[in-house]
């Protein structure tokens, strides 16, 4: 499976982020990972719909919005509308995540469904058949620059095993502490798309660090 490389824009510089966006859309880029953080389910608070927005217009990028919020279905519609590619709710965040992958699918968005380190994937038995990715938390969410947590890996192929003894079609991507050495690991386990802040906005050359994340 092709290994897509989607850079945190937590990690950027906020005051120039349409620079900081442009740099990494020109090193080869393939999402553009945007963390939606509300003090609530996440001891942090970052950006919301109107920075999606504004994202929107500055980057032929898929925007991959990835919700670390209470109560995210109060919130769909405006990230909908902000214009999101990809939007990604916590599995603790909400007990009815039917109905919120029904309606981020009905918007045309694809959907996925995110797991704390702490979270069994037992929570995906019901939903997986209906949604375009899983995201495999691999630090506490909240911060960028913590160390990845081993135990994702094996996280990592149990998923990959349980989507392939489905026959689905489900990305796996993986968020927390993806760097050159933890890269590899990850694609090994089976993710198949790799969030990475620090080591993307951090690198002296951002072309080649997002090279070297994929491998290639
Ligand atoms: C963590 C966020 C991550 C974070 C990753 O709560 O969801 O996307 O920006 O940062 P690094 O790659 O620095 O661990
Ligand atoms: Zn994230």
Redesign the pocket.
Known sequence: MMIQIAP?I??ADFANLATDIQKVEKSGADLL?V?VMDGHF?PNISIGAPVVAAIQKVTKLPLDV?L?IANPGKFLDSFIQAGANIITVHAEADCHLHRLIQQIKSAGVRAGISLNPSTSLTVLEEVLPDIDMVLI?S?N??????SFIASSLNKITRLKNMIEERHLQVDIEV????NSQTAPQVIKAGANIL?????VYGAPDISRAIRELRGS
């Open positions: 945190s937590l990690a990972h963390d996440v990835h670390m938390m630090v969410p909240g911060f960028g620059g913590q968020d927390g502490g993806i969030v990475a802040g620090s080591a």
